[in-house]
């Protein structure tokens, strides 16, 4: 079982590659915000609630975030798996770490895809999705800098981390990443 954690800012393009990775790779795609997304519009508590606190562009309680991704993970099968924006704290890293242990995923990958402040911000207003609004995006980055950033110190420090630009076309980032991980 493949492990690969797609990491970066908001807007870098985590979710377009993901899809496609997965896709080529035969991989399943988790992606924490739109779980979220989907809880939101079915209107679960937890939806109601994730809402709510995406669109203020922070981040949905690190507890909650672990339960959702170690129940996802426990049922999983296949031949991996790409993680899109989790982890996103420190305690979520760990967590993770801990959950690996557990299930005994041992084939790992990290890539962190970069792309400067004014360039996401103009991509965000572009997508305008509902935390798409210019205050919002500010939170995010700022959110980004003070509370994910860190995580990537986290997997540098154990070895992992491959840095890939995030700005260019799709299918050029999306060569590299795949060079990267084969
Ligand atoms: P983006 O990468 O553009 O920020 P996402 O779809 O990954 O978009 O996330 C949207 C929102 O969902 C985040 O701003 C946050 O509020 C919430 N979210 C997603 N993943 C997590 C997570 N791992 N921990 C906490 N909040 C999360």
New binding site residues.
């Given amino acids: 079982m493949f492990q690969l954690i797609i990491f970066?800012?908001?807007?870098?393009g985590?979710?377009t590659q993901a899809i496609s990775i997965a896709e080529k790779l035969n991989l399943d795609h988790i992606?924490?915000?739109?779980?979220?997304?989907k809880a939101a519009s079915e209107g679960t508590e937890l939806g109601k609630r994730?809402k709510e606190?995406?669109d203020?562009?922070?981040?949905?309680?690190?507890d909650?975030?672990n339960g959702i991704?170690k129940e996802t993970l426990e049922s999983i099968k296949g031949e991996g798996f790409i993680l899109?924006?989790?982890?996103?704290?420190l305690n979520?890293a760990v967590a993770l770490t801990q959950i690996f242990n557990d299930l005994n995923f041992n084939d790992l990958k990290v890539i962190n895809l970069r792309a400067d402040d004014e360039e996401i911000t103009q991509r965000?207003l572009k997508?305008g999705?509902s935390?798409?609004t210019r205050e919002?995006i500010l939170n995010?980055l700022k959110?980004?800098y003070e509370s994910t950033s860190p995580v990537k110190k986290y997997y540098e420090d154990l070895g992992y981390n491959i840095d890939i630009n995030g700005v260019g076309e799709v299918e050029e980032i999306n060569s590299e990443i795949l060079k990267c991980i084969n």
Avoid: F
């Avoid at 970066?8 to 870098?12: E, K, L, T």
């Avoid at 203020?56 to 690190?62: E, S, Y």
């Fill in positions: 970066g800012p908001p807007g870098v985590k979710g992606s924490t915000g739109e779980i979220l997304r994730a606190i995406m203020k562009g922070n981040l949905v309680p690190d909650i975030m991704v899109d924006g989790y982890p996103r704290t979520q965000l997508r999705r935390d798409d919002t995010r959110v980004y």
